[in-house]
């Protein structure tokens, strides 16, 4: 079975490399609008222990756009 698709748009992209990720799918949230997919994240150092469901090296952010800055 594929995902089931409905009216609800419950994608975002990632960053760093523009995938479409899913609600469920890996990911590292840098800020409330900002995602890295799990590939771009460990590419970035990011450490995801499965057992802790929970990064326990988060992955380096730096360049990412910030909301709470103003200008890059």
């Known amino acids: 079975m594929g995902r089931q698709m ?3 748009d ?3 992209t990632c960053t760093d490399c523009g995938a479409t ?5 890996q990911s590292f949230a840098s800020s409330a609008d900002t995602y890295l997919c799990f590939a ?3 590419r970035r150092g990011g450490v995801y222990d499965g057992a802790r469901d929970r990064w326990t090296v988060p992955p380096d952010v730096t360049g990412l756009p910030d ?3 103003p200008h890059p």
């Open 6 to 8: 409905d009216d609800r």
């Open 21 to 25: 990720m899913f609600e469920g799918d």
């Open 10 to 12: 419950d994608s975002s």
């Open 67 to 69: 909301e709470r800055r």
């Open 40 to 42: 771009c994240a460990e």
